[in-house]
């Protein structure tokens, strides 16, 4: 497809678990986003990748929630240990413009992640 | 800490009518402004923007005002249809790249 794709749609797991959601970024697109999205919230920025690189990964809320992008394209949200708290739909976006953008970011369905 | 806050949970309008969103930001260093729209089951699109040299853009039946002395935004959708129901975040970003969100307004347009 052309859009963002996020797997899985759906993920439930147990408290202390640890769980990966993926996101395959529109081609081409340099930069990649993650955002967590808690019930009656708007998205929260977790962090943003140019390239291979994080280059602001200042919303990760704790050492349990780690990102990579090896590749400069799809990228994995890692998340050890899991608590209740951690559960929210996890927004992936990307954007084809590298360096300072307009904005404009291109969103995935998102992955909802309920931690029982 | 709230830096960009949309005050109405809620708005539901009549078909053919205006409807105004309104957002309120606090940090004086986010220069540029955007809308997106959600639909259930899918991820926010982008909408429309603004920076902040500016006080008004235009797109269509969308338009974006920014009053930077309030620090205020609002989104107006002349005339509203029913396929505008959604839920309305507005956004903001300092450094061109992290997006901070206010929580949204759903947005009801009644045929």
């Known amino acids: 497809g052309a859009g963002v794709s996020q797997t899985p749609s759906n993920k439930v797991t147990e408290k202390g678990k640890y769980v990966e959601l993926r996101c395959d970024p529109i081609?081409?697109?340099?930069?990649l986003y993650w955002y967590r999205q808690s019930l009656g919230q708007g998205p929260e920025f977790l962090i943003y990748?140019?390239?291979?690189?994080?280059?602001?990964d200042s919303g990760l809320p704790n050492d349990r929630f780690f990102a990579v992008r090896p590749e400069g394209s799809v990228s994995t949200l890692k998340i050890q240990r899991t608590e209740r708290g951690d559960s929210a739909v996890y927004l992936c976006?990307?954007?084809?413009?590298?360096?300072?953008?307009?904005?404009?970011?291109?969103f995935g369905e998102g992955s909802r992640l309920t931690v029982l | 800490d709230q830096q960009v806050k949309q005050n109405s949970p809620s708005l539901s309008v009549q078909e053919g009518r205006i409807s105004i969103l309104n957002c309120d930001y606090t940090?004086?260093?986010?220069?540029?402004f955007l809308w997106y729209k959600k639909y259930p089951a899918e991820g926010p699109t982008f909408l429309i923007s603004?920076?902040?040299?500016?006080d008004k853009n235009e797109d269509g039946r969308f338009t974006v005002f920014l009053n930077k002395s309030a620090k205020h935004l609002s989104l107006h959708i002349v005339p509203s249809q029913p396929g505008d129901s959604a839920v309305y975040f507005c956004?903001?970003?300092?450094?061109?790249?992290?997006?901070?969100f206010g929580a949204g307004t759903i947005l009801r347009v009644k045929s």
């Open positions: 976006a990307s954007s084809p413009l590298a360096g300072r953008n307009t904005g404009e970011l291109f």
């Open positions: 081609s081409g697109h340099t930069a």
């Open positions: 990748f140019q390239g291979t690189g994080a280059a602001d």
């Open positions: 940090n004086s260093m986010f220069d540029y």
């Open positions: 603004i920076s902040s040299i500016k």
């Open positions: 956004a903001a970003s300092a450094d061109g790249n992290k997006l901070v």
